[in-house]
């Protein structure tokens, strides 16, 4: 039985000590904290003080008040991924007349959008600086590994397969594969005592990948590594990853590194097993049934019923919300895309970011992951990143622009600086 004087002192503390620290740092900070607090425990998303919230949506609740005061800027990928993330919430909506659940289906739509749009809006109208975005950052790199030592060291499956603080291994792999993108994106822009923490946490969480037992996560990492490389044109990196990764190799072989039986990589070499055929046929089973629905209703899809089924984000979105909902996965696509190009050369930190996000739209061939915040987080800190690295490159460029003119010689009396501003 609930001692009501013990629930009332509960009630009276969680809703004193909001005000006492908005009093004493101001809400904007306060509201940061927050976020903070949402981005360290995005990948924990098993600790659920509710059946339908975890700790960081309620953290997340908490940091809305950024907004406050805020002019909506030309985010433009910050906005772009919302419109993206709208057209497939539309197109769900338009499959929810041919679902068999209307009220289930509408239920998904609007986790959806919390998941996705209202975060996206969050970033957009925040217009977060550099700063706060690598604090973000690191609050997401620190949190996952954390979750993924829980997983590695106590927190497994009945199988073997790590699990740690998320809900299912699936997810702690692609959680870990996300924060060990930021964790190459801070590694690449930082000093030497944060560079290393930045890299002795992206090994972690690469281990966190192998030992969830997820077999699109592994892929996604090495997917980012190589496109990582790439993207670097470093060639004493690129020898250095060649070696570490032969040896890597080798300590395996000789039994130097011992993994769990159901890791990532025996899975995806082993496709024979025992669990691995189970799985995949369950995997074969939800994806024959996607795809009926889609021969069913190709245009329109069947909503948010069954959003989840599918072990695809491309199958389960024609499935759900029509050739409108591939239309909004194909926007993000190349929102990825665009990102990535820009950032080429022109700021490691973004473009390590960005190579991150692209690499789970590879991934995302073969994981369910549709309204996951760890997922929709990263992507939206991507895009704001992005977002604040071309607005300060555009002012870099006026005032270059500016300064070129006005040291140039006159000419008919007027300066070209005149000239310049006059068209």
């Known amino acids: 039985m609930i001692d009501p004087v013990g629930a009332l002192l509960i009630v009276s503390i969680a809703l004193v000590t909001p005000v006492v620290l908005v009093g004493v740092f101001g809400i904007r900070r306060v509201a940061f904290g927050m976020l903070l607090v949402a981005a360290f425990t995005v990948s924990m998303n098993n600790l659920r003080p509710t059946g339908f919230m975890t700790v960081s949506d309620v953290a997340l609740l908490g940091a809305l008040p950024l907004v406050i005061g805020r002019r909506s800027a030309e985010h433009r990928n910050s906005w772009a991924i919302a419109g993206a993330a709208g057209v497939i919430t539309l197109g769900g909506l338009i499959g929810t007349f041919f679902s068999d659940d209307s009220t ?3 239920l998904g739509a609007a986790r959806f959008v919390g998941a996705s749009i209202l975060i996206a809006l969050l970033f957009a109208r925040w217009q977060p600086d550099r700063r706060s975005l690598r604090t973000l950052a690191w609050a997401t790199v620190l949190g996952t590994t954390v979750n993924a030592l829980i997983g590695i060291l106590f927190i497994r499956t009945y199988y073997g397969r790590a ?5 299912q291994s699936n997810h702690l792999g692609i959680a870990c594969l996300l924060a060990a993108g930021a964790a190459l994106a801070l590694a690449v822009s930082s000093g030497n005592v944060r560079r290393w923490s930045a890299i002795g946490c992206g090994l972690v969480l690469s281990g966190g990948v192998v030992v969830s ?4 996560a592994l892929v996604g990492l090495a997917f980012l590594g190589v496109a990582a490389l790439v993207v670097s044109r470093d060639r004493r990196l690129i020898r250095l990853a060649a070696v570490g990764t032969v040896g890597v190799a080798v300590a395996l072989q000789a039994g130097l590194i011992q993994l769990p039986d159901e890791n990532a990589i025996s899975r995806l070499l082993d496709p024979e097993s025992s669990t691995v055929v189970f799985a995949d046929t369950v995997r074969d089973t939800l994806r024959d049934q996607s795809v009926a ?3 069913q ?4 899809g069947t909503g948010f019923e069954d959003a989840l089924e599918a072990h695809s984000l491309y199958i ?9 909902g591939l239309f909004g996965v194909a926007w993000l696509a190349v929102i990825g895309l665009r990102m990535l190009r820009w950032s080429y050369r022109k700021d490691r930190f973004v473009s390590a970011l960005a190579v991150t996000y692209v690499a789970f739209m590879v991934c995302a061939i073969e994981s369910n992951n549709m309204w996951d915040r760890f997922i929709w987080l990263h992507l939206i800190l991507v895009a704001a990143a992005t977002d604040h ?3 300060v490159a555009a002012v870099s460029d006026e005032e270059a622009i500016g300064q070129e003119a006005t040291a140039l010689p006159r000419r008919r009396g007027r300066p070209y600086g005149e000239l310049g501003r006059a068209t």
């Open 316 to 324: 389960q979105t024609w499935a759900t919300a029509g050739v409108v």
């Open 104 to 106: 289930e289906s509408l």
């Open 213 to 216: 037992g997820s077999r699109a």
């Open 297 to 300: 209703y190709p245009l329109t």
């Open 163 to 167: 699990q740690g603080l998320s809900f």
């Open 389 to 391: 690295a071309m607005a």
């Open 293 to 295: 629905r889609i021969k």
